[in-house]
Each structure stands twice: as structure tokens, then as C-alpha cells.
């Protein structure tokens, strides 16, 4: 990926985050979450608190992706956030989306929200991720109302 005007900290984590995603392998993701992480699923209104949550659903998102590919990613002004455009194959569907990552000043990734575009690719994610992580996506959502 090019390189980006991010905080210093912001950018090793990215790179680190893009190594895992090559690798398909989020063993170290927890590394990079801050504890109070809030993760924002394209398909839950509430969102999802904490660092073990967060890394359970990004860890099954790798593995339910088929044919993942990030295509663009542009940052903030502050350096501390960054959009990655992607595109991917969920059950034989087709979708493209953006994952919208917010650094803190330590580098640590304090909110990640998805979302997802066309209808059928969001639905067949929706139903694979709840096959897969239903009744511990129930048990772990926010009781706070989604921003």
C-alpha cells in the first residue's frame, strides 16, 4: 500500500494489520486493539465493545472472505484514522466495502466500523457470520445505543 501521512505509531499498526490480513493469520491482533476497542458490524445497530469481541469477529471475517483484496486507502487529516476500500466473495457473492479505522496516539485501534455494499453480498456475509459467531455476537453487544 502507499504510504500515508499517519502518526508514526498509526502507520506500524497499519503495517502490521496488512501483514496479518496477507498472512490470514490474527493471532497477534489483540496486540493492536486498545481494550475499550468499539467494533461496528454493517449488520448490528449496536455496536460491539472491547478487545476480544473485536478480535473474535475480525478473526471469523478472515476466514469467511473469500478472494480479499484492499484496493484504496485514504487517511485523515489528523493522522490518526484511515478508510480501506476492499473487495471480497462471501458464499458466492460478490461485495465490496470499507473498513473505517481509528487510531489512538499510541497506535492502538480504538474503533473499527464496516460497511458493506451490495444488499446480497451483506446478506451472505450476515448469514455466514451468524452461522458461525451468532449466540456470542448476542452475548456481547453494547448495551449503549450505535453512534
Known amino acids: 500500500m502507499s504510504a500515508l501521512n499517519l502518526n508514526t505509531q498509526a502507520a506500524a499498526s497499519l ?5 496479518m490480513v496477507a498472512r490470514k493469520d490474527f493471532s497477534k491482533l489483540p496486540e493492536l486493539l486498545a481494550p475499550d476497542i468499539v467494533f461496528r458490524s454493517p449488520m448490528a445497530h449496536t ?3 472491547g ?14 472472505f473469500g478472494d480479499f483484496v484492499y484496493h484504496r486507502e485514504l487517511a485523515t487529516a489528523d493522522g490518526l484514522s484511515v478508510v480501506l476500500e476492499f473487495s471480497a466473495q462471501v458464499n458466492g457473492r460478490d461485495l465490496k466495502g470499507i473498513d473505517m479505522i481509528r487510531f489512538d496516539e499510541a497506535g492502538k485501534i480504538v474503533e473499527f466500523e464496516v460497511m458493506i455494499r451490495p444488499m446480497s453480498g451483506l446478506q451472505a456475509l450476515g ?14 453487544k453494547a448495551s449503549a445505543p450505535a453512534n
Open 127 to 140: 448469514e455466514e457470520m451468524g452461522r458461525r459467531l451468532g449466540g456470542y455476537l448476542s452475548a456481547n
Open 51 to 64: 478487545a476480544p469481541v473485536a478480535a473474535t469477529i475480525l478473526g471469523t471475517v478472515l476466514q469467511v
Open 15 to 19: 503495517e502490521r494489520w496488512h501483514q
Open 47 to 49: 455496536p460491539y465493545p
